[in-house]
């Protein structure tokens, strides 16, 4: 069946099923599961060459988060933080269509998952109220960083 687009550019997938698209250069991604098990899923690809200059960092970081991204030494953490964030608005943003800006979720490095707790700090859906928290799993090439996250059903 075809995917569709919902008016915010949003993927509208059939009946029962959940998901979310990124691409970045030669990589495309969809990640698709069923409804029963997941009420959203969000994907991400970054360059880590291509992601947010350090003179964008204040807007995709919260004050906690700038300290962690150390952009003075590289923008390496600030791409993948950056793109942390695009998956949990990917994950989030179809269930009611709440627009969540970038400092309306703190991330917090979990070294042993490689990845991170995303929290919420403005409400997203029923089920996602503020202080709920979104795990982050990021995976590394040489090149690239891929974001997956997810909401339970
Ligand atoms: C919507 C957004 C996340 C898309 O990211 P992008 O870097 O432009 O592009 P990506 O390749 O990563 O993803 C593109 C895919 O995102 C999906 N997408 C677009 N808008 C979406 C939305 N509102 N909700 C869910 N998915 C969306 C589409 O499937 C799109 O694929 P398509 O271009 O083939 O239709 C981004 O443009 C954006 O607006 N971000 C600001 C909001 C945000 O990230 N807040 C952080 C909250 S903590």
């Known amino acids: ?4 687009r919902g008016p915010a550019g949003e993927p509208v997938w059939p009946e029962g099923i959940v998901g979310a698209i990124a691409h970045a250069g030669d990589v ?3 990640l698709v599961g069923r409804t029963t098990d997941y009420a959203g899923l969000g994907v991400d690809v ?3 060459a291509r992601g947010p200059s350090p003179r964008a960092a204040r807007l995709v970081c919260r004050p906690a988060e700038m300290e962690w991204t150390e952009v003075e030494s590289g923008t390496r953490r600030l791409t993948m933080l950056f793109s942390a ?4 608005f990917k994950a989030l943003f179809p269930l009611e269509r709440v627009w969540l800006g970038f400092g309306d979720a703190e991330l917090t490095w979990v070294p042993g ?3 991170f ?11 996602y109220p503020i202080g709920s928290v979104l795990p982050v799993h990021c ?3 040489a090149s690239q960083v891929l974001s997956t996250t ?4």
């Open 117 to 127: 707790d995303a929290r919420l700090l403005k409400r997203a859906a029923a089920g």
């Open 113 to 115: 998952r490689c990845g």
């Open 150 to 153: 997810y909401c339970v059903s």
């Open 1 to 4: 069946m075809a995917v569709g």
């Open 139 to 141: 995976t590394l090439t």
């Open 85 to 88: 964030k695009e998956a949990v």
């Open 28 to 30: 495309a991604i969809g």
């Open 46 to 48: 970054e360059e880590l």
